[in-house]
């Protein structure tokens, strides 16, 4: 299995550009999530989906879109970069809603100038 | 690549020492905890979790423990190895859909 892959690894945009960050994981898992990651701060959820079609805020979803039409994808959307977008990008699934261990993505770090 | 800021604490051991590294965590009401490990550049890595009916854990050379009371985490890493220098974060789930929240990580640094 490979797990949970990210794509691209880095990325830079200008502001106001979008772009979609990819999300894949093998492992048949129904839950799947996007955390950011900043300086000096823990990791924190953007989206989740807790199955096929099913799709739910976290603590900072403001200028993120998600959809979930497969179970193995969960991309990330950014409708209009900013800057303070820039942060690194993480990718996790598990196998139960709670309680069970996450797998995390290599993560993907953006840039915004 | 760097995955966390300048400013996380930091615990500097010798190769060979056991290493505790501790968190507090914010929510009473929190029924399941976890500790990672996130080597650079890398994503984070799952070590060994503890719900809130037990008080201690054990893997392997690793154990957490549990202060309810003061709410309280630990990690200990006994016989501590240069490969274990890395980030480690704890997260509390206190409900929903894996709602953890993470601290903010220390940075642990082993010399050989």
């Known amino acids: 299995n490979a797990g949970v892959t990210q794509t691209p690894k880095f990325q830079v945009l200008k502001t106001g550009q979008s772009m979609t960050l990819q999300c894949a994981q093998d492992m048949n898992h129904e839950y799947m999530s996007w955390y950011r990651q900043d300086p000096g701060m823990g990791l924190r959820l953007i989206h989740y989906?807790?199955?096929?079609?099913?799709?739910d805020q976290g603590e900072v979803p403001n200028g993120y879109n998600v959809s979930r039409s497969t179970t193995e994808d969960f991309p990330l959307r950014l409708l209009s970069a900013a800057p303070s977008q820039t942060s690194v990008y993480f990718c996790?699934?598990?196998?139960?809603?709670?309680?069970?261990?996450?797998?995390f993505g290599p993560g993907t770090r953006l840039t915004v100038t | 690549g760097e995955s966390v800021g300048l400013h996380l604490p930091t615990l500097s051991v010798q190769e060979g020492d056991n290493s505790i590294i501790n968190c507090a965590y914010s929510n009473s009401a929190s029924d399941y905890f976890i500790w990672y490990k996130q080597e650079s550049g890398k994503g984070p890595q799952f070590i060994i979790d503890i719900r809130s009916n037990m008080d201690k854990r054990q893997g392997q050379r690793v154990t957490v423990l549990l202060n309810k009371t003061v709410k309280h985490l630990s990690l200990q890493i006994a016989a501590t190895q240069p490969g274990d220098s890395a980030v480690y974060f704890c997260a509390e789930n206190s409900g929903g859909f894996q709602k953890l929240v993470f601290g903010t990580g220390t940075r642990l640094l082993v010399s050989p």
């Open positions: 996790a699934s598990s196998y139960e809603s709670r309680g069970t261990e996450q797998y």
């Open positions: 989906s807790v199955g096929a079609g099913i799709t």
